[in-house]
Every structure is written in C-alpha cells, then in structure tokens.
C-alpha cells in the first residue's frame, strides 16, 4: 500500500532501529517512512577528490587514506576514555582522536590503511577529533564512491542514518511508486522515483546525482503546484452566469465622476483586465499586487460596485479592526450617495446590534460588508454574495480564504497584497490565483527621505526638525519597538517612547495605540489623529498595513533593526501619501551587519518589489509569508527567488496535465501525495 509510505518508522522492520535511534530520528524531524528516505543528504563526499596529508592546510573537512602507525588510550581524566592513533599516507602525519568510544582501541589496527573523513584541525599537529573511518581493503569501488553527508546530531550520527537509510532502500523502496505521471515523466526526461531515491542518497556518479536532484526538484514543486492548480480549476470551471450590465455601469460612473483624482494608467488597466474575465463569464480569482500607496483600495472598490449594481452582495475583509474601520470611512460617504449600504461587521459588534446587522446580511439588504474574520463565522449568511475582497493578504492563510468564498453564490475573489512580490514568488504562493499589478504610483508623490539615525546627537537634531514640521501643521507617527506579542511588554514600549516625546516635544498632543486597548478606544486615538485632534501618534505594530492619513508625513521608527525589511518599508509606507514631502527615521545603534545591511536598503530604495527581493534574500520566504500557508518554505531543492526557470516549468507542465484531465489528478500516488501535503499545511 502506497499510503504507508506516511506511517510511522516503528512500523517498519528496520535492522537497527531501537528506541533510542528512533527518538533521535524525530528530534530531526524523520517519523515516518517517507521523511527518512526524505531525509536527503546535505553534501556528499566524493571520494575521487581524496586529499594527501602533505597537502592539508586550514580547517576543512576531508577524506584522506591514511596507514595507523601507532594506537593508544592514554589517560587523561577519569570519566574520559579517549582513543589516540597516528596515521600516515607518507606525505605527512595527522593525530585520530576519539573519546568515548574505547573499543576502538580494539577495532582499530596498527599497520592497516582506512578511510578517514571529518574535519580537520591545524594545531601544533594536525587532528581530526571523532573522524569517520572505513577499512581500506573493505571498500571495492573506492575510485567512484561519493558518501552523503547527512545533518545529524548528538543522538544521531552519520553512521547510523547511513546504515538506516541503507536498510530502508534495501527492503522497501519499491512502496516508492512513481507519483509523476508517466508521460511528463518521459516528455520531461525524468529519472525515475526508485532511480532517484538510490542516486540521491548513495549516487554511482555525478551525473545520477545530478539527476536525481533536478527530479526531486520537479518532484517538489509538482506535489505543491499540482494541489494549488487543481483548486483553480475546480473554481474556474463553475461558470459565473452574465451580468445583465455588460461593462456599463452607472454606479461605477456616478463614483467615478465624485472621485477627486484620475486614475492612473495601471489601475485603469488591471480594472479593464478584471472586467474582462467578468464579462466572459470566468470566476474571477485575482491577486492585485501593487507597492505600497500604489491605489489598490479604489479599483477594489470599483468592482465592488460594478457587482451591486448587478444585484450581488460584496464583501471585503481586512486583517485588523483599524484597517476595516478604515476602509469604512474611506468608502462609507461615497457610496451611501449612490444609494449603497455599507455595514461594519467585526469582533466588537456584539448582542442586538450584532444579530440585526446578521439579519440584514441574511436578506440582502445590506450591499457591502466590512470586516475583520469575524466575517468568516458560520452564523454569517449572505442572500447572494458575488464578490469577496481580501486586504492585504498574507495574514490570512489558504483556509480562511476559501471559508469566506464559500459563502458565496458566486466564487468571484480578489485579494490585494500589502507586500510587492517577485512576480515568480507570486506564481508559486499564489499559484491559484491571477496576479494583476499595479506597477505606478499616483501623480505627484514625492520620495520619502529616508535616514538611518545612529547617535543621540542626530536624534536630538530630529526632534528639532519635527517641532518644526509640526508648527508647520504635519503630524508624525512613532513607532514602538517590535516586542514578542506580549501586551504588557507591548504598552511598556509605547509609554517610554511616549515619556521621551513628551520631554522633548512638551508643546503638542500625542496619542497612544497599542494591543491592549479596546477597539473602540483605538478607534477614537485613530479618528482623532485623522481628524487633525492630535499631533503625534505612538503606536506599535498595529499600524504597520493600510492606514492612510496623508497629512501625516513623518515617520519615527525607534530600534529599527527589529524589524524585518518588508515590515519597515511597509511602516514607511504610512507617509508620502499626499502632495507634501516625507520623512522616516529610522533610529538604530545596532552593529549588526545584517541590520545594517538592511537599514541602508531602505535609505537607498523605495521600490517596494526591490526591497522584496532583498528580503528574500536575506531571510527565508516562509519567514515573510508564514510556514504554513503557502508550503513553499519546505521546498528543498528549489530556491525560490532564483529558480524562476524551473518554477515556470513545473507550472506549465502542470496546467497542461490538467487542461488535458480536465482538472482531475488522475495518478493515485500523486494524489495521495497531494492530500498528505495540504493535510499538513491545512491543521496547523
Ligand atoms: P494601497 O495600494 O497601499 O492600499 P490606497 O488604496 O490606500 O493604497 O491608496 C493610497 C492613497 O492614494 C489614498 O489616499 C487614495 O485615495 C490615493 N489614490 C489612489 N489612487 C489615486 C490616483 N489615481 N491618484 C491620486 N491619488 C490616488
Ligand atoms: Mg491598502
């Protein structure tokens, strides 16, 4: 049975493995049969590249083939058996070492050639501490072997996951059946699973090797791409109907016609695009990517109306309170001109007023809901929900998503991302939706001059700078320390910013916004701010995405190196949205290169996909995107970033499967695959 494969090792009958290789085995991360043989190798060893003793330098790891002149264990502390030996390849001398293992002492032989292989010490006398070694005249086909170097541990060591794996491959490597199916597996070339899983662990040569990596490589990103894709069909082949409007709407124009700007060319053209497949009668499901202040919100918004005018109900979702509230501020007035009611539904709305604003979910009279995922509760009932919109993104996951759009009648979603990616990224994350983009900013905007501040000094000379700024009539926001979401913590971070503000800029009205208030408290700091009442707003994170107050221009941002790259150019983000210049300051001592490396970034660019890139770069896409949601940090032989190639690839070959299938994933062993990966990814 394929399935078994996913079950745990104990169920196996394995040659050495007891409790305590079992135990070490999870602790790196190998439960069942299928992360063992998963478990691949991190470097090999390739013996043909053999070093001499003579030539050994610096600290290296090698393999050396050397004679022991001389065995002993010598005493050096009671509790410390300690095994010494002397070998020599006639170029030169090195010291073996092992402790605790004193029965080499009796294993071992004087006189005998072995293969040594760890790392080597450059002392008084050149050593290798607890090398690895094989006798000479057992290795037959020494000229070509290539030994895999595994990541191992205290409980674990190299010998044993090698004599684990060995066992493994010998008994039951034939449960590997093929999970790509046969004709990609020869369009493609690919070598085949069992092939694969031999070469990769104990390759015969570098070409199988290689080999073996490009088919786990596909194999990867197939299994990931596959499950994404095969959603996206089931979504586009529900046909959407016709809208009986056809393109012309007078709501839109209405809206178009109080609007205070143009738009720019970018938003006019990812609108017509979503329009597009609107009128084709396909499922809309799209990614509007855009840079920060790029004017994501009003083409959102203009969709939403084209859909209430045809008599649906719309949704957008936001990931916090704030944002929500936001959205409907911005939106509220001017629809309620054209007739549309707008509610806000989030976790405070409670009791009466809660189950009345259900009730008139339920029978559609109101046309736009606002909220945060208290949306997505059950007891949330739409008439006939056509459209759901999705802010920024990546806080919500794969699962939230598709809850909410099944609240629907129509499948129709569209979500925008708060965090410009690479467009080969956005093609694996979000491999089941269309990426739209919104590559130009509004008119006008001017660039945020951004400096990386290190000494008190420049710091009082920031003070003076937004005492003046103020007077001017700007506002400023200050930014607390990224502290582990702990509330307390969190209201500790803000007081002492607040305090430090309050000596050296006694004369103007500062607001606090942390975690811990309620958010009808945050609510009021928020309006407040917007509404000119206060003059500075110190605040954690919580406004890191969204917010949008223009005359807000100066942006303080205290131990910057915290924060990761994508989070700080968001946080700048909140300035330069209107016509006067900005500024961010970002206050750091920190020597850390990296932080610094990162700190620079920002003072130099303000491209938003750039500072994506650098990002990835820096740290691991899981670690932007989250673990879970997208199963893309798991990947191991595909870099993200850089294999745009092979991603494209294993996309193409994908859609093609199933354009031919249509839609379904014929390959058992596939599917099993599937199922097994996006369980993973949906419980946790
Ligand atoms: P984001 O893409 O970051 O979500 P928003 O949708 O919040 O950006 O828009 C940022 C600001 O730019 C808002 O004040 C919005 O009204 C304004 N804006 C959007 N489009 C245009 C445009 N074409 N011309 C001028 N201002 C615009
Ligand atoms: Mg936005």
Redesign the pocket.
């Given at each position: 049975m394929y399935k078994h494969i996913y079950k745990n090792l104990e169920t196996f009958n394995l040659k050495g493995l007891g409790e305590k290789t079992n135990k070490g085995l999870k602790k790196l991360g190998i439960n069942s049969l299928y992360d063992l043989l998963y478990y691949f190798p991190r470097a090999y060893d390739d013996r043909t590249n053999m070093k001499k003793i003579g030539e050994l330098r610096g600290e290296e790891y090698v393999v050396i083939k050397a004679k022991i002149m001389s065995l002993e264990s010598p005493q050096v502390r009671s509790g410390l058996k300690m095994v010494k030996a002397r070998a020599t390849d006639g170029t030169g001398v090195i010291e073996l070492v092992w402790f605790q293992m004193p029965y080499l002492k009796k294993t071992l032989k004087v006189g005998e050639e072995y293969i040594f292989i760890g790392n080597v010490k450059v002392g008084y006398i050149l050593q290798m501490v607890g090398a690895e070694y094989k006798l000479l005249k057992n290795q037959n086909n020494l000229g070509g072997e290539i030994l895999p170097i595994y990541s191992s541990s205290k409980e674990i060591t190299q010998n044993t996951i090698r004599r684990i794996l060995k066992e493994a491959i010998n008994n039951y490597l034939n449960i590997f059946q093929e999970n790509i199916p046969p004709e990609i597996i020869s369009e493609y070339k690919i070598m085949n699973r069992i092939k694969a899983l031999k070469s990769i662990h104990f390759p015969e040569n570098d070409k199988m090797l290689e080999e073996a990596k490009r088919r786990f490589g596909i194999e990867e990103l197939l299994v990931l791409e596959m499950g994404i894709l095969e959603k996206r069909f089931e979504v586009s082949s529900k046909n959407n109907g016709k809208y009986k409007l056809d393109g012309k709407s007078n709501l839109v124009k209405e809206f178009l016609k109080n609007l205070e700007?143009?738009?720019?060319r970018a938003?006019k053209r990812v609108i017509t695009e979503i329009h597009k497949c609107l009128n084709e009668g396909k499922v809309i499901n799209h990614l509007i990517q855009?840079?920060?202040?790029?004017?994501?919100?009003?083409v959102s918004t203009l969709l939403l109306l084209y859909m209430i005018e045809n008599g649906y109900q719309t949704v957008i979702m936001a990931p916090t309170e704030i944002l929500a509230t936001q959205h409907l501020f911005?939106i509220k007035k001017a629809f309620e001109k054209l007739g549309v009611n707008v509610e806000l539904l989030t976790g405070s709305v409670k009791g009466k007023k809660r189950e009345a604003m259900l009730e008139k979910i339920s029978n559609g009279e109101i046309n736009l809901v606002i909220g945060t995922h208290a949306l997505i509760e059950e007891n949330v009932v739409f008439l006939n929900l056509g459209l759901v919109v999705i802010?920024e993104q990546h806080r919500f996951g794969v699962v939230q998503r598709k809850l909410l759009r099944d609240k629907g009648i129509l499948s129709n979603l569209i979500v925008?991302s708060?965090t410009p990616i690479p467009r080969s990224l956005a093609l694996s994350i979000y491999g089941d939706l269309d990426v739209a983009i919104?590559d130009e900013l509004?008119?006008?905007r001017q660039p945020i001059k951004t400096k990386w501040l290190q000494s008190e000094e420049e710091k009082e000379k920031m003070y003076d700078f937004i005492d003046k700024k103020i007077k001017e009539g700007r506002q400023a926001y200050f930014v607390a320390p990224l502290i582990e979401e702990s509330e307390k913590l969190s209201i500790k971070s803000t007081s002492e910013i607040y305090e430090e503000i309050l000596q050296k800029l006694p004369k103007f009205r500062i607001g606090v916004l942390h975690g811990k208030m309620k958010s009808s408290e945050k609510d009021q700091v928020m309006k407040d701010f917007k509404d000119g009442e206060l003059d500075i707003l110190v605040s954690t994170l919580v406004i890191e995405v969204?917010v949008?107050i223009?005359n807000s221009t100066i942006m303080v941002i205290s131990d910057a190196e915290r924060f990761g790259l994508s989070t700080l150019h968001q946080l700048r983000?909140r300035v330069g949205?209107g016509e006067k210049q900005s500024y961010c300051f970002l206050l750091s001592k920190t020597r850390n290169e990296g932080s610094g490396i990162r700190l620079k970034i920002l003072e130099e660019t303000q491209d938003g996909f750039k500072i994506a890139e650098e990002d990835l770069k820096l740290r691991k896409p899981g670690e932007i995107f989250g673990t879970r949601q997208s199963g893309i940090s798991d990947l191991k032989f595909i870099d993200i970033v850089h294999d745009v190639k092979t991603i494209k690839l294993v996309k193409d070959i994908c859609t093609d499967y199933l354009l031919k299938t249509d839609g379904k994933i014929e390959n058992e062993f596939l599917r099993v695959d599937i199922e097994e990966k996006f369980k993973e990814s949906l419980t946790s």
């Open positions: 700007f143009d738009l720019t938003q855009g840079d920060v202040g790029s004017g994501k919100t009003v911005s802010d925008m708060a919104i509004p008119p006008g969204g949008n223009p983000g949205r």
